[in-house]
T-cell receptor
Framework: GEDVEQSLFLSVREGDSSVINCTYTDSSSTYLYWYKQEPGAGLQLLTYIFSNMDMKQDQRLTVLLNKKDKHLSLRIADTQTGDSAIYFCAESILRNAGNMLTFGGGTRLMVKP | ETGVTQTPRHLVMGMTNKKSLKCEQHLGHNAMYWYKQSAKKPLELMFVYSLEERVENNSVPSRFSPECPNSSHLFLHLHTLQPEDSALYLC?????????????FGPGTRLTVT
C-alpha cells in the first residue's frame, strides 16, 4: 500500500531540538519532502531530499534518510515558538501523470516558551 | 503569499446546493492540483491538470467535477455533496508535474456540508 506514517504530536521547549519521524513504503520514491502547515494556511515546502542522499542540511533543518528502513526524519535545531505548526512528510509515487505526492497524516509540533 | 489564491476561504452549503471553488495561480505554472484535507485522513490527491488536460483522477466521486479553462485557473464544481465531504480543499500548482517540481499551495477553502 501507499502509506506514509508519522506520529501525531510532538511537544518541545523553546531552544531544544525537535525531531519529527516518518516511515514510507515505496522503495522507488525518488524524492521525499517535508512540508509545514501553519493554522489557516496551505502547505509550505520546507525541504526535500533526493533518494540517493543520506542527509541534507539547510540552516536549522537537517533531513536524514535511511533507505533500508524507509525512514525519514526532520531535525529542527534551536526550535522557536514560530516553528509550532503541523509538519507533513511526503513521498513521490509514480502514477499515470508522473511522480505524485503521497502525504503522511502530519505531526503537530508544539513549542513551549 | 505563495502566488496561489483560493476563493472562497470558507463555504457552508446544504446537500442539495451547487457551488464552485476557485483557484488562481500567478506563477506561470503549467500543472494544477486539487487536494482534500480532512481531520480523519491524510492529505488526499483528487485531480491533476497538466497544460489544461486532466492527467489524474484519483477515484473521486462524480459529485466533484473539476474544470481547468486555462493554465492559471482551476475550479472544483460541487453538487449533491454529503456531510463527509466537509474538509479543507487545497489547490496547488507547479511548473510541471513530476517529483522534482515544487508544488505551491493556496490557503484552502474550508467547506462545511450541512
Amino acid at each position: 500500500g501507499e502509506d506514509v506514517e508519522q506520529s501525531l504530536f510532538l511537544s518541545v521547549r523553546e531552544g531544544d531540538s525537535s525531531v519529527i519521524n516518518c516511515t514510507y513504503t515505496d522503495s522507488s520514491s525518488t524524492y521525499l519532502y517535508w512540508y509545514k502547515q501553519e493554522p489557516g494556511a496551505g502547505l509550505q515546502l520546507l525541504t526535500y531530499i533526493f533518494s540517493n542522499m543520506d542527509m541534507k542540511q539547510d540552516q536549522r533543518l537537517t533531513v536524514l534518510l535511511n533507505k533500508k528502513d524507509k525512514h525519514l526524519s526532520l531535525r529542527i535545531a534551536d526550535t522557536q515558538t514560530g516553528d509550532s505548526a503541523i509538519y507533513f512528510c511526503a513521498e513521490s509515487i509514480l502514477r499515470n501523470a508522473g511522480n505524485m505526492l503521497t502525504f503522511g497524516g502530519g505531526t503537530r509540533l508544539m513549542v513551549k516558551p | 503569499e505563495t502566488g496561489v489564491t483560493q476563493t472562497p476561504r470558507h463555504l457552508v452549503m446544504g446537500m442539495t446546493n451547487k457551488k464552485s471553488l476557485k483557484c488562481e495561480q500567478h506563477l506561470g505554472h503549467n500543472a494544477m492540483y486539487w487536494y482534500k484535507q480532512s481531520a480523519k485522513k491524510p492529505l488526499e490527491l483528487m485531480f491533476v491538470y497538466s497544460l489544461e488536460e486532466r492527467v489524474e483522477n484519483n477515484s473521486v466521486p462524480s459529485r466533484f467535477s473539476p474544470e481547468c479553462p486555462n493554465s492559471s485557473h482551476l475550479f472544483l464544481h460541487l453538487h449533491t455533496l454529503q456531510p463527509e465531504d466537509s474538509a479543507l480543499y487545497l489547490c496547488a500548482s507547479s511548473h510541471r508535474t513530476g517529483a522534482s517540481y515544487e508544488q505551491y499551495f493556496g490557503p484552502g477553502t474550508r467547506l462545511t456540508v450541512t
